[in-house]
């Protein structure tokens, strides 16, 4: 059975540093790797979505790196911002069939 | 918006009551997803449909009966529920597991 483990929980960083979000899972045969943002008491958004051959995917200031073998996954977030406060998911979508996995989140504050 | 439309945004039912949850997508994704999302703890699959067919059920008890009339719609029918069943309950679609999910914004479900 796929879990998916983020750590930390919970991030508090000061406006304009680098953010580094960490994933991982333990079941390598995935088929892909998405990440998600979520506001307080809203859906979630998609940031960014890896496929299994490749190795990373960006996307503005976000950058997110896929390595199947050790299973984890990272998400950059450069030159943070306030509004980029909210939790981040990533999720693991098993090679058979649609069954997306998700991680517990990071809950990340950004400080002006 | 995404593109997949959930309604109503807020409910708040009697444990006698029965309602329904509503969710649309006109993105001609073939599949299409609920799922739980309770406070501190990581969104929960409930069911999954590819081409209005059922093809999972997570041990999901009776109380939720879901209901996937034609590929762009998805409900959720509720009756009898607990009030451990207060959740925000999100429904998703996808083209296939090649290219990932997308959100609505939830049904915010609270139980009394």
């Known amino acids: 059975k796929q879990e998916v483990t983020q750590i930390p929980a919970a991030l508090s960083v000061p406006e304009g540093e680098n953010l580094v979000l960490n994933c991982s899972f333990t079941?390598?045969?995935?088929?892909?790797l998405q990440w998600f943002r979520q506001d307080p008491g809203k859906g979630l958004t998609s940031l960014l979505l890896?496929?299994?051959?490749?190795r990373e995917q960006t996307s503005g200031r976000l950058n997110a790196s896929l390595d199947k073998s050790s299973g984890r996954s990272t998400l950059y977030i450069a030159a943070s911002q306030p509004g980029d406060s909210a939790t981040y998911l990533c999720?693991?979508?098993?090679?058979?069939?649609?069954?997306?996995?998700f991680g517990g989140g990071t809950r990340v504050l950004v400080k002006p | 918006e995404t593109g997949v439309t959930q309604t109503p945004r807020h409910l708040v039912m009697g444990m006698t009551n029965k309602k329904s949850l509503k969710c649309e997508q006109h993105?001609?994704?073939?599949?299409m997803y609920w799922y739980k999302q309770s406070a501190k703890k990581p969104l929960e699959l409930m069911f999954v449909?590819?081409?209005?067919?059922?093809?999972e059920n997570n041990s999901v008890p009776s109380r939720f009966s879901p209901e996937c009339p034609n590929s762009s719609h998805l409900f959720l029918h509720l009756h009898t529920l607990q009030p451990e069943d207060s959740a925000l309950y999100l429904c998703?679609?996808?083209?296939?597991?090649?290219?990932?999910?997308?959100f609505g914004s939830g049904t915010r479900l609270t139980v009394v």
């Open positions: 998703a679609s996808s083209p296939s597991d090649t290219y990932g999910y997308t």
């Open positions: 079941d390598s045969a995935i088929y892909n």
């Open positions: 890896i496929q299994s051959s490749q």
């Open positions: 999720a693991a979508i098993k090679a058979a069939g649609n069954k997306l996995t």
């Open positions: 993105l001609g994704h073939n599949a």
């Open positions: 449909y590819n081409f209005k067919e059922q093809t």
